[in-house]
């Protein structure tokens, strides 16, 4: 919202490559007699469409622009398989795909392809202006792309050539950069219809902070670093080795652009940049990428192109096709990743842990008010199927709860909400050290709330494998659920471990706490 308007806080780029793709689906709507609110699946489905067209297209370019190179028809088409199949840019060519990501990377590949076109000419080119105007009206950092021109152009005499054509032959030049504008130009008419002004900045409050850079959180991070989810970004920076050998002038562009790229990207104010698959904002840069991986592969020594290509087919791409997986079903969480919980799940599968992570982090909440209940599990206090006390093994003190391999419930609290110290409760947490006989424990910490009637409210099991990593080992296990409000005296809370089958289980210290949340 601005002062004069309401405006599209994104960028007409993306809607414009889109409308093709919409209108043929509308079209098809109105004919078939559909939905025609933009919505329905024939739309979805048409975009989709469209999102594979454009990755089809920007392949096409970036395979022209390699071979114009000189590079090894083989070593392009593997360059090719790998940037798609070993990063993130799969997830987004094929899930979410009305991102702005694919299409940028068609974009800049376009006009990679349009200004090595220029450069033979030693020209200025419409079609690389508008598509320079293109990538800027799809994402305006791809203005980067500008640092790559002394790499498109091969030679500084073409660069001065370009300039010469702006400055002192503009005749030459006017219509290229007229059509690069008018492009550009889509935009501020859009703003001055929607707010009256040409220029808006519709980001509001967001913005850049030049001066603390999160490089280390963006390229390491176990949340969205992109070495870390995409570990063939790092393989691939060899590949600018072989190309300042192969033009110095090139390896300065392309090395100015990646680090200029890095710095902008790890200076926005949100570094993660929210929800995503690894770190959706390098994708602009994979095209350039896809070249130096070309290079690297196109090297002469058999042994480096032997390494990267068992290491890129056995381990880069099952990587991101099993972590696409895992993003998808909810086992890798859309952000906040910790380093524990990245091994935690690291190449598994298992469905308890979809939406674990989430759990984990409702665990951090604060009860404001709350009514806690412990139990040193030493004496019997009034909860339910204490005869599981035993003296063989404590925490501390001289007693723990214990579940052998046949018995499904442990030791159970179980009381109505008239019975505590709160009125009302929105959350409740279960916490308190266990320990586990053998690796792999199938225990279950169980949230059971029924109304008077005994009907039930919640029923909710959370896994404590997700904690309890180690066996013969006392580990601290805790779990918070959030609860729709119960305010009613006669609703019953129960809370207790349960499983069916593996290792046995003591249990100590355990404490529950029924509250409301901040």
Not at 25 to 41: E, Q, V
Not at 108 to 122: E, I, T, Y
Not at 301 to 322: D, E, H, K, Q, T
Request: net charge negative; charged share 10%; proline share 3%.
């Amino acid at each position: 919202q601005t002062e004069n308007g309401r405006v599209n806080k994104y960028y007409c780029g993306v809607a414009l490559l889109m409308l093709p793709f919409f209108l043929i689906a509308h079209l098809l709507s109105i004919i078939g007699g559909m939905d025609t609110g933009g919505y329905s699946a024939i739309y979805q489905i048409s975009i989709a469409v469209g999102t594979l067209f454009y990755l089809y297209l920007g392949l096409l370019f970036l395979s022209s622009f390699m071979k114009n190179l000189g590079l090894k028809e083989w070593a392009i088409t593997v360059a090719l398989i790998l940037i798609v199949m070993a990063t993130n840019l799969f997830y987004y060519a094929t899930i979410e795909v009305s991102m702005s990501h694919v299409y940028s990377f068609f974009g800049v590949s376009a006009f990679m392809l349009a200004s090595q076109s220029a450069a033979k000419k030693r020209l200025l080119t419409v079609a690389m202006t508008m598509s320079f105007g293109l990538i800027l009206l799809i994402r305006p950092t791809n203005v980067l792309a500008i640092l790559l021109l002394p790499f498109l152009a091969s030679t500084w005499s073409t660069i001065t050539l370009w300039f010469q054509a702006i400055f002192k032959q503009f005749s030459k030049a006017i219509i290229p950069i007229l059509s690069g504008l008018s492009v550009i130009g889509i935009q501020l008419v859009i703003y001055k219809i929607q707010t009256g002004n040409w220029i808006v900045f519709s980001y509001g409050g967001e913005g850049f902070d030049f001066s603390d850079p999160e490089l280390f959180n963006v390229l390491l991070s176990f949340r969205k670093g992109w070495f870390v989810y995409t570990p063939i970004a790092v393989v691939t920076l060899f590949g600018l080795i072989r190309l300042f050998r192969h033009n110095l002038a090139m390896g300065i562009s392309v090395s100015a652009y990646l680090f200029a790229s890095t710095y902008l990207i790890s200076s926005w104010w949100d570094w993660s940049y929210g929800g995503s698959f690894g770190h959706r904002a390098f994708i602009d840069t994979y095209p350039i990428i896809a070249v130096l991986l070309g290079f690297l592969l196109s090297a002469q020594y058999n042994w480096v192109i032997i390494a990267v290509s068992i290491v890129s087919f056995g381990f880069f791409v099952p990587l991101n096709l099993f972590q696409t997986f895992q993003y998808r079903t909810g086992i890798l969480p859309t952000d906040h990743t910790t380093e524990s919980w990245y091994n935690t799940i690291f190449m598994k599968s298992d469905m308890y842990l979809v939406g674990q992570f989430d759990r984990l982090n409702i665990s951090k909440k604060t009860l404001l008010e709350s009514s806690c209940i412990v139990h040193e599990m030493e004496e019997p206090i009034g909860w339910g199927n204490e005869t599981q006390l035993t003296k063989e093994l404590a925490h501390q003190g001289f007693g723990s709860g214990y579940m052998n391999e046949n018995e499904m419930y442990g030791v159970t609290f179980n009381s109505t909400l008239g019975n505590l110290s709160v009125d009302s409760a929105n959350a409740v947490t279960f916490k308190g050290w266990v320990n586990s006989e053998g690796a792999g424990t199938k225990a279950l910490m169980v949230l059971n709330i029924a109304d008077s009637a005994g009907n039930n409210i919640v029923w909710e099991a959370y896994p404590i494998v997700v904690q309890v990593s180690k066996a013969n080992e006392w580990v601290f296990v805790e779990n918070t659920w959030s609860i729709p409000l119960i305010n009613n005296p006669g609703t019953v809370i129960a809370a207790y471990f349960m499983k069916e089958g593996g290792p046995s289980l003591y249990y100590d210290d355990m404490e529950i706490c029924v509250g409301l949340t901040q």
